[in-house]
């Protein structure tokens, strides 16, 4: 089983991203025990997309498993589905009030949404038993996080390459978080772990 795992550059002005940290201490720990190989993408739209098209013409895979920083969650969320809209601009301001940003479609006339094509109840199910809390999650959010799982999700259907594709939010590493919720990167690369073998596994339905 070939992977393509990714994690997006620092955006908080922390000069951190928990999901590229997780992603080097789960690679530095366990990644000889899979084919994997590490694409890490801009936080810009257009540029995400770019960077995972590069790391795809270094060889087929079969899973990309992206992870992203979702600031204020306690757990690990598996994201179940991506949706079809985003914020307009190349980036969203992070002054303003969500509700204030104006929206469009990732692709005008696209599909609305895709379901995960990973199996989001057993990859949690495996991060838990390890001794990290993780959901299901039913919303990946607008921005970065989703645009990339969507477009990942619209590229295997239009090329019918069959290869399967899903998200894992993390929350802030402790020294990002504040008073806000955190995890260690030990546990961030333990939950990494737990989803390579789910998904590793040639049995394990959809």
């Keep these: 089983m070939r992977f393509l795992l990714t994690a997006f550059e620092p955006f908080d002005?922390?000069?951190?991203n928990s999901s590229l940290a997780g992603c080097h201490a789960f690679l530095q720990q366990w990644g000889s025990e899979f084919d994997v190989r590490l694409a890490v993408l801009p936080v810009r739209y257009g540029r995400d997309v770019e960077a995972v098209d590069r790391a795809l013409q270094d060889g087929p895979v079969d899973v990309i498993l992206h992870t992203g920083q979702a600031t204020g969650a306690s757990v690990i969320r598996v994201e179940r589905l991506a949706v079809n809209v985003r914020y307009s601009g190349d980036a969203y301001d992070r002054t303003l009030p969500e509700?204030?940003?104006?929206?469009q479609q990732i692709e005008a006339g696209g599909p609305p949404a895709y379901?995960?094509?990973l199996p989001?109840?057993?990859?949690a199910t495996n991060i838990r038993e390890l001794g990290?809390?993780?959901t299901v999650s039913n919303h990946a959010g607008i921005y970065l996080c989703n645009h990339a799982l969507y477009q990942s999700?619209?590229?295997a259907e239009l090329t019918k390459s069959g290869v399967?594709?899903?998200f894992l939010h993390v929350p802030c590493l402790p020294e990002q978080a504040g008073e806000l919720p955190s995890m260690s990167v030990a546990d961030i690369a333990t939950a990494l772990r737990a989803a390579f073998h789910c998904l590793a596994a040639p049995t394990v339905p959809v």
């Excluded at 509700?99 to 929206?103: R, V, Y």
């Excluded at 989001?120 to 990859?123: I, K, M, T």
Aim: charged residues 15%; without cysteine.
């Design 99 to 103: 509700w204030s940003i104006p929206q």
């Design 164 to 166: 399967r594709a899903g």
């Design 13 to 16: 002005g922390t000069g951190l």
């Design 120 to 123: 989001v109840e057993q990859v």
């Design 132 to 134: 990290v809390p993780a």
């Design 153 to 155: 999700l619209r590229r």
């Design 115 to 117: 379901l995960s094509t």
